[in-house]
């Protein structure tokens, strides 16, 4: 077997009506090769992130089925939420894995984004890595003014979509379809209701504003869990690791007097993410992978299987 | 491929002569199917220490060329080291790992142990969760006296080995052979050079006076490192976790003013028991195995073999 596996993280704009997301999971589960690892829905966001690993064309059979329900269930003009939204299917970020390379992720980025808008009528922004322009690499700056502003700005030029006329679908807007590296989405809970507190803490936090390097971070109301969340992705989760992440969070928020209630992974996580933050904690040394056993494991079979 | 893989941990009396460690290790390394993830040898305990990691028949098969060797080459006669000893191969156990159950690595043990001793004419003891019978459960038991005093004591009943004659080979006295759980050896240093502190902590820490259950620990001295260690086995790292055994050390050495100078993990440790203690550090509720990357990649690839 030679291994070719990526991953790939869709989010749908859906997270309070179990029935639509039920629909939206159901070909993702069913189609052979392509495995659902994970999946969490939030009434706050009102958005549905699924993480799939597997082999390309699995997973890109099962997304379009996927993305069909969604655009057919979910009307953005009647969609409320926390997080920033632009279509039914927000975003599409494939992701190498094992075997596969950016470059081939840039590749089914661009051939999956094709048959998408031809077979949904969605147009398709392409980001990050698989950005045709280089204003196109942050996705925030193809999702300004979300669905609402995309509406009347998509009409100039700059704001044109890579696939497709320019005008977003009336009910299910646009996708942003793209290829990066491995982030791990990492948040912190704080025990206090102020927004505010959670707002200055990401500005401490996130690269943009001269906080840590490869982090990116926004302060979330959790109004229905009565506290407010540093909601962060980890871009690079070697450079800047999970511990110093969360000990400067815990070191800014003692400005406020408030502690952290606890921390929480979205997704799916490498496992060197969190042997790196144990080591610190547990005063070890940089343990090498071939003394993990799993790690050891993983990488014989795919010696293993190079020889057959 | 159905995946059975187990770890072998066997013990070698030999920490000395690097031409013998070579020719012991050759066949360990040459084995297909056998892998060598790890082995380290000491001159002041004069012993061998291996883990292997593979299929049962392969690392079966390895060993048996390996112990050849070794009883061929040691002669306890005139073996001396800090380590008790009764055997040149001194002790041989079976872990399950992947795909494995304890009850195989039992029958592993009392196959192997046959095959051994026929091969060998060395006599077996079955230890731990192999053993025949419930004196014979710990090691320390059945080694007791070591090769010099087990020489006279072999003929009595009580001490008789558990396949072969009430003898003792005359230079490669006898072996044990068990199968037993993971076991992680975690180290921990300490800023000071008084043997007293570590030796009182370590009575803290083991279970076997009060401490923490499923923890071995005794004090050792790092005289030219100029510092003491408490030496640990961690026999359930799942009922008794790393960070739980660093911060007990940590709270019984402030009685002292001494802090942790670092820590150490001796040979091989599963994904899980670090993975822990990331998770307790860094506030996470529990993670599912398949939500780290290569514990599902490793989950599926078995499921695969499952198929085919």
Chains 1, 2 share one sequence.
Not at 11 to 23: C, D, K, L, P, T
Not at 104 to 121: D, M, N
Not at 213 to 237: C, E, H, I, P, T
């Amino acid at each position: 077997m030679a291994l070719k596996w990526i991953e790939c993280v869709p989010n749908f704009s859906e997270g309070r009506r179990i029935q639509v997301i039920e629909e939206i999971l159901d070909p993702l589960r069913k189609t052979r090769g392509c495995h659902l690892l994970d999946h969490s829905s939030d009434p706050d966001h009102n958005r549905l992130v699924v993480t799939l690993v597997g082999e390309p064309e699995a997973i890109c059979k099962a997304l379009l089925e996927a993305s069909k329900v969604a655009i057919e269930r979910i009307d953005l003009n009647h969609h409320r939420g926390a997080h920033p939204r632009m279509g039914a299917v927000d975003v599409i970020p494939f992701v190498p894995l094992l075997g596969t390379t950016m470059e081939e992720c840039v590749e089914i980025a661009h051939e999956f984004g094709k048959t998408f808008h031809r077979e949904t009528s969605v147009p398709v922004f392409f980001y990050e890595e698989a950005a045709l322009r280089p204003d196109r690499k942050r996705l925030e700056d193809i999702r300004r003014g979300q669905f609402e502003g995309l509406k009347e700005e998509i009409s100039k030029p700059q704001r044109h979509p890579d696939v497709g006329p320019p005008q977003l679908h009336p009910t299910a807007g646009a996708t942003a379809i793209g290829a990066r590296q491995f982030l791990v989405a990492f948040n912190v809970n704080l025990k206090t209701r102020d927004i505010k507190v959670a707002k200055e803490i990401a500005k401490a936090l996130r690269a943009s504003s001269g906080g840590l390097a490869y982090v990116k971070a926004m302060g979330v109301d959790l109004s229905q869990r009565g506290m407010v969340q540093v909601s962060m992705n980890l871009v690079d989760f070697e450079k800047n690791p999970l511990y110093r992440v969360l000990e400067m969070v815990r070191m800014e928020a003692r400005r406020w007097g408030v502690s952290v209630e606890g921390c929480e992974i979205e997704g799916v996580v490498p496992a060197m993410a969190l042997i790196r933050s144990a080591e610190y904690y547990l005063q070890l040394g940089e343990l090498e992978p071939s003394r993990i056993v799993e790690l050891a494991l993983l990488e014989m079979m795919k010696e293993a299987g190079k020889e057959t």
